[in-house]
């Protein structure tokens, strides 16, 4: 294995927009992993039209990557690592007479302003209109990346600086509160030419398990972007809870422990038949970014429109550990699988903490587990405040 810098992590606010995502033989094949500890960077390079800065601004911390899980991948014939910059987990160079393509990856938290602003930032970094919801979903194609199934966009147009040809193949992964961006950008007859391989790289994809949770630190979200609810826009977050620091609950016999994801202090999976559904919890400082973004960033999950403060306000609360906890129920499609789908959510404020809890799935199972669900929040026993 070798080890690639990594300089995006566990905070990811200033990568939000950045979608604008060798061998000594032929038949070599290497396998790659990144290192989410190594924090070498690359100088920044010239801005073009559309894209992000490769570096923090000015005055802004480096973030934090202490809970980004290591990315195992198969690098391609041809395509060369490139430094990172504080934006990618992954960077490569593709070229061949002349012709370049590069290739970036980038995990963004919460749902990053939603796939159709993000799919259609791609669109207008080669000269094309913004396409409706309903119109995107027929573009996209199936593709498989990490032994799961996301979503492929084959966008050709100009670029903006030149006028040439230009073309972006870029496929998106959700995962648990995670965004995956992986996207291929350059000259359009080599990006063409080399859709295969950039298929074949998702397909050989692979994520090791999270050593320790992490927080998010959504402050330093670009002006340009479209907003990303849930986001806290004052101060970072803390590290969330260690191993020794966990909670402890009651958990129902028929939940299955899960394997956690970025962002996740304990994850459980509830089969039913064909049915399914997950209880993800997590943790972040303070009022977590606050409730009334949370919440909306729940109800974006499954398609609903947001809130207002008043809304919030008319909620119903359950008691849980000496507090009044905000319940939160919403139905919808999910905007992963396009399928109809329920959450029942808890969000609890504890010692300078907010806890997140989360059951999200099959309808009929959601319903059925609903109660258990508030008994399990119930029955958490928390680590005493330092």
Not at 294 to 317: C, F, H, S, V, Y
Request: hydrophobic content about 40%.
């Amino acid at each position: 294995m070798k080890s690639f810098a990594s300089s995006c992590a566990g905070q990811f606010a200033c990568v939000l927009a950045a979608f604008a995502l060798a061998g000594c033989g032929r038949n070599d094949v290497k396998v790659y992993q990144i290192d989410a500890n190594d924090t070498t960077t690359a100088p920044p390079p010239a801005a073009t039209p559309g894209a992000m800065p490769a570096t923090m601004p000015d005055g802004l911390a480096a973030p934090d990557n202490s809970g980004l899980p290591k990315l195992k991948y198969t690098l391609p014939d041809g395509w060369k690592e490139k430094p990172l910059t504080q934006m990618r987990v992954a960077s490569f160079d593709v070229s061949e007479i002349g012709r370049k393509a590069d290739v970036s990856v980038i995990p963004l938290g919460g749902n990053a302003g939603g796939d159709a602003a993000n799919i259609n930032r791609w669109r207008g970094q080669v000269g094309q209109a913004p396409l409706d919801e309903a119109a995107l979903k027929q573009s996209a194609e199936l593709v498989a990346i990490a032994g799961q199934t996301g979503d492929l966009y084959d966008i050709a147009g100009t670029s903006p600086g030149s006028g040439d040809a230009a073309r972006i193949v870029g496929a998106m992964l959700h995962g648990d509160d995670t965004v995956w961006y992986f996207k291929m950008t350059g000259d359009a007859e080599l990006v063409e030419k080399q859709k295969a391989n950039f298929i074949a790289f998702l397909k050989s994809v692979s994520f090791d398990k999270v050593a320790a949770p992490a927080t998010l630190d959504m402050s330093q979200l670009p002006p340009s972007h479209p907003p990303i609810p849930g986001m806290d826009t004052a101060a970072p977050a803390a590290p969330a809870a260690d191993a020794a620091g966990k909670p402890t609950w009651t958990v129902p016999a028929d939940w299955k422990e899960g394997q956690l994801a970025q962002f996740l202090v304990a994850k459980f999976v509830i089969q039913n038949g064909d049915a399914s559904a997950a209880v993800n919890v997590s943790q972040l400082s303070g009022d977590g970014g606050g409730l009334l973004p949370n919440i909306n960033r729940w109800r974006g999950q499954l398609g609903q429109p947001a809130l207002t403060e008043d809304d919030a306000a008319k909620l119903p609360t359950i008691d849980a550990s000496g507090v009044k906890a905000t319940l939160v129920q919403i139905n919808g499609t999910d905007a992963r699988s396009g399928q109809p789908a329920s959450l029942v959510g808890v969000v609890l404020p504890l010692n300078g903490q907010t806890w997140f809890y989360k059951l999200m799935g099959d309808a009929s199972v959601v319903t059925q587990q609903k109660d258990a669900f508030t008994a399990f929040v119930q029955s958490a026993k928390y680590p005493a405040a330092q």
